[in-house]
């Protein structure tokens, strides 16, 4: 923590230093944009959210707070998939190889596609096991399947 709040100071002194700042009761302060964006870079924060979820699975209580949490990530999987997809389809380029690559690395399905499929990778073939693959758990299908799952369990647990 005391490494944070250095590096925050530090990056304060710079936005004091380079005139990023509001006067407020007659001192120059920088502007809040957020601390964390500003003193942890991508890599950085890709490790703590990653420690946050692996915190939240395994001391969290399977109840509604779970179930919303879970609805919550399996939702926005699929809203990043479904977008991945139209942008990569809007390009008009279905036969590149390489851009449908880059998508399933996005996607975090790179590995398991090509563990399905071999390494012939095709417009198509993405596309499907990206909405439709029951087995992958970041497909839409899947989180979908898991959304309805969490939503019935919280609809029944509110009936008893």
């Known amino acids: 923590m005391a490494d944070l709040r ?6 304060a ?3 004091t230093d380079r005139g990023v700042t509001f ?3 007659g001192e120059e302060r920088p502007f809040p944009l957020g601390l964390i964006p500003r ?10 959210t990653a420690m946050l979820a692996g915190l939240a ?4 209580s399977r109840d509604d707070g779970w179930r919303f949490l879970v609805l919550g990530r399996n939702l926005e999987r699929v809203d990043m998939t479904a977008r991945l ?5 809007a390009t008009g380029d279905t036969g590149g190889s390489d851009q449908w690559r880059t998508v399933l690395r996005a996607c975090g399905a790179d ?7 071999g390494g012939h990778v095709v417009a198509q073939k993405v596309a499907e096991f990206l909405l439709l693959d029951r087995l992958f758990p970041r497909s839409a299908l899947h ?3 898991e959304a309805q799952e969490c939503l019935q369990a919280a609809w029944a647990h509110e009936e008893v």
């Open 23 to 25: 006067a407020y009761a």
């Open 57 to 60: 699975e395994s001391t969290m």
């Open 143 to 145: 989180a979908l399947t």
């Open 39 to 48: 003193i942890i870079d991508a890599a950085e924060w890709d490790l703590v």
């Open 111 to 117: 590995e398991s596609f090509l563990r399905t499929h």
């Open 6 to 11: 250095s590096r925050a100071d530090q990056l």
């Open 13 to 15: 002194r710079v936005f």
């Open 85 to 89: 997809l139209s942008i990569q389809s």
